[in-house]
């Protein structure tokens, strides 16, 4: 069945009009659902697509009231919109989510875009161009659940965690990392890092970024109470999907404890070396096979 005003929408039998064929073609190709309606809101068109998602044959579609494959709730929602459509004379309209009921009685979330031509000669009628995103609350679900894990992870991680833009800027930080610097959230955002690590100008990003793949380094920062912190600083890029670096990962991680442990172990050993080179007595250190491996001069010369 075929309304006069939207034959050129559907190929010709004879294939005496080759524009309306190819045309036709398009349309009952597109992946998305396409239907025209009249002004009374009947519908005059229907691609094979829109057939396939509403589980309807074109000539059951021909002739029904749109509104009523529309879900209750969204009637009137739909009405306002094809008013709207309708007032503000020809052209592309915003899209709108509804829902739209199937053959067999399920719902299809819809996103579509109304495209007035009530005043075309050639269509006369409201071209509905629709796509099925049924999936997307469940997908937008998805990525806002995944959104959340993020930032618990983020802002509750046990070491100092920050997001660089690509020219060094801190865009944000967690409080492990505000701890670790004794700075206040508000006064590191925009900061560069480089600025709060001065004895590290490795950290300055410029135009060709990083210098290398991923930078590990470590610096020495004086705290508010007179003490020293030693901080292990990485930062990784973050790739885009055309592989350029628009962000930068910061991982910081207190290793004073580490690095006192280390400085201990140093001055014990040279204590041990002193003792040994100031001794009268003699004392010798072996290797497990048996071999010197030092003696104390007193040995030295004893010996």
Known sequence: MTNPTTSHLIPSPDGSAP????????LEHCSDLVIVIDRQVHLVYANATAEDA???SRDSLIGTNVLDLVHPEDVGFAVESLGGTTATGPGRKVPIDIRVRHADGSWLRLELVATNLLD???????VLGARDVSDRPEIEERRRTFEQRFEAAFDHAP???ALLDENGRL?????RFCELVERNHADLINLRLAELFPDRPELAIGDEGLAIPELHV???????????????ITVAPIASDDGSIDEYNV?????TELRVAEGDLRRADE??????????DIITVLEPDGSWRSSSAAGTRLL
Not at 171 to 175: D, K, P, T, Y
Request: charged share 25%.
């Open 19 to 26: 524009h309306g064929v190819f045309l036709g073609a398009v």
């Open 54 to 56: 509403l589980g309807r």
């Open 120 to 126: 075309d000669p050639a269509v006369r009628g409201i």
């Open 159 to 161: 070491v100092g965690r």
């Open 171 to 175: 865009l944000r930080v967690n409080s």
């Open 218 to 232: 470590e610096s020495r920062l004086g705290r508010g109470d007179g003490s020293v912190a030693w901080l292990r």
């Open 251 to 255: 991982f910081v991680d207190d290793v």
């Open 271 to 280: 204590e041990f070396r002193a003792l040994i080179a100031q001794s009268s």
